[in-house]
């Protein structure tokens, strides 16, 4: 022991040693600061008084008037004391008793992990446990308390006669989670209890159990491993239902009782270079982690999929197995919609050579994938096959080399040359050719442009096998312009592009399936592309050329602006746009015709916080817009706001017979250090409908969080309402609970 202190008086008689004024004792990593210490060598305690202060050897710090311990500190008395841990958590006592160096009872304790008020000490801190005694077992771990009274800003408002928690320094342990509390027009009214079991380092278990007022008691375990190179979890989960009856026939078999699930996800990587990982979901039914709000398998939209991944430099790979679920629709008897494909697998690889090759740089790509539905995904009203009945496959091997030259002037010249193959197999069904045979028939006389021309006859050609090849020689050049004031600079950059090709094989019939290239949305940030099409099934034929314009600007003291604007030429060939296909990807896209629609983005950001940006299509002839979107957003002190309006014209083939408009607001606000309020919404200026709104505010500091949310979602087409109430409320140390937050989506009721 080493001892310190202005004045030490030793009486050998009495074997005691009597410090005063300042005194530090040091012993077995702990220290002891007091006033006075008085310590018996032949009983082996020691006595402090006068602003006592011990720190022990994990870093705990406890204050007190005055102690009575062994010279160890393993044992000992303390009267009037207060302790800090080091996770800056907080107790306090009238007083304590230390046991064999491991066990501390606080007797009419007090607890809370909110920091004291510098300026008021005194002040009751927004939440603290208030308990009869308090036994703090530093061996397990464990905090027992015995006769508990929960106080949230000094007011009482819980009691439990007993309940534990790890010790706050501990960050896995075995014990009780936080509950959660639900209710559901479904499922009743709900408290979800899990307990975690703490196994090893590496490995843990969570096993809930959730009792539904109208559906009985679901079970839920999850499993979770951690190795040096990855991670995996296994979730399970059942229930014997009390009432199926109880449910919408129109969402969920309601005849069945016995419901199940089991999940599993992984990541690895196998080193530096490759990672590999899944996560494949097996469920009685389509809805049924839905339904109770599995977390993490709840999505309305998921996929199931296992994949590896390789990324080198300029080098990726991508190998996924995949099968697509969707529940925006459910028909009786059928639980899973067998619409949705199954892609078996997918390869992406791309390579680039680290060598220039003739100057310049040639990558090549390849893409396959093979696709398997049970059914065609046909739309009648708008004729469109989304998916045919069957299997197809296809392969894609495509090179492309370009190389930059900077002319004198500063012009920027970049040729390149693509070639691309293409093999193709279709398995398909008899009804699926029959509607094909059906849409070309349709589509004949019914597709048109925007000024009502038709394309005149539409023919099918339906193969077994398909092959195709295009080969592209580009020019592009910019000349980027930069003229500058006293104040502000600018650049200006013309841009001019030229692909040259023949016509795309069999882009004049139907026939070839089209599952990757549905979305076709021609804008600012599609207008430079050299294949405008969003993916391998489709591809672009013909001679085009792109034109614009970009400008950058910077004004000073923080304005900035930029925009681009041009359009599109189909010079020769056919208009792969304007031609028929499987999904009517380019109908209404404002490519169908050989001048195409004027696209165009701006945007500006200004010192003050303010955003704004607008960007559109409009009609080639009468400047008529045809798809827009304006918004911007501000930041005023706290307030934080943001607003956007969308338009798109109508779309017959596509299924939209009349315009869209919305406009969508949100807003924030922080009122002080620690409470916020926000909100949002989407009103559809078609229908009239608030089609969703979003109200809520939140606190939160060092200690304690609190969220509210309030949510309104009304359908636009049948104007069926549904809310949703959420709160959520954290303790630090203790854990938090409020209401379930498993994806049960509104459609299922929850109110």
Known sequence: ???????????????????????????GGSRLVAQRVDYNQRTGRIVASGNVEILDKEGTRIFADEIDVTEDFGDGFINALSVETTDDTYFAAESAERRGGRVTVFNQGVYTACEPCEDRPDKAPIWRVKSRKIIWNGEEKVVRFEGARFEFFGLPIAYLPYFEMADPTVQRKSGVLRPTIGYSKYLGASVSVPYFFALSPTYDLTVTGTYYGKQGFLTEAEWRQRFNNGTYTVTIAGISQQDPSSFDPD??????????????????????????????????????????????????????????????????????????????????????????????PSLDYSKTIDEPVAGGELTFDLNTAIVHRSDRDYASGAPALRGIEGTTGRVTLESEWKRSFVTDGGLLLTPLLNVRGDAIGVDASDSTIAAINHMAGKLGGSRYSYDGSTYGTVASDIRSSYYRGMATAGLEARWPVMFSTTSASHVLEPIAQLFVRPDAPYGDTLGIPNEDAQSLVFDAASLFERDKFSGYDLIEGGTRANLGV?????????????????????????????????????????????????????????????????GGRFDERTFETRRAEIGGSTSIGTTKLSATYAFIQKQPLYGFDIDREEIRLSASNKLSENWRIFGSGTYDLNSNTLATTRIGFGYGDECFTYMLTFARDENTRNHKVDYDVEFRITLRTLGDFGTSTGEVTSELGIE
């Not at 001892?3 to 004024?21: K, P, S, W």
């Not at 080098?315 to 925006?328: G, H």
């Open 251 to 344: 969402y969920v078999d309601s005849t069945v009782e016995r419901r199940g699930m089991i999940g599993t996800r992984g990541t690895f990587t196998i080193n530096p270079r490759w990672s590999f990982g899944w996560d494949v979901l097996l469920q009685s039914d389509s809805r049924f982690a839905t339904t109770y709000g599995i977390g993490g398998y709840g999505a309305y939209r998921r996929t199931d999929e296992i994949y590896l991944t390789g990324l080198n430099d300029r080098n990726f790979f991508d190998l996924r197995f995949q099968k697509f679920t969707v529940l925006d629709r459910y028909h009786k008897g059928i639980q899973f919609d067998p619409r949705q494909p199954w892609v078996l």
């Open 550 to 614: 970009r400008y950058t600007g910077s004004f000073g003291d923080g304005w900035t602006a930029s925009g681009i604007f041009g359009q599109s030429y189909h010079l020769a060939g056919t208009n792969p746009y304007a031609s028929p296909n499987l999904v009517n990807a380019g109908a209404f896209s404002g490519l169908e015709t050989d001048v195409s629609d004027f696209v165009g983005y701006v945007d500006l950001d200004t010192p003050v916080g303010l955003k704004f940006f607008a």
């Open 1 to 27: 022991m080493y001892l310190e202190a202005d004045t030490v008086i030793y009486n050998n008689d009495l074997q005691t040693v009597t410090a005063q004024g300042q005194v530090r004792i040091k012993y």
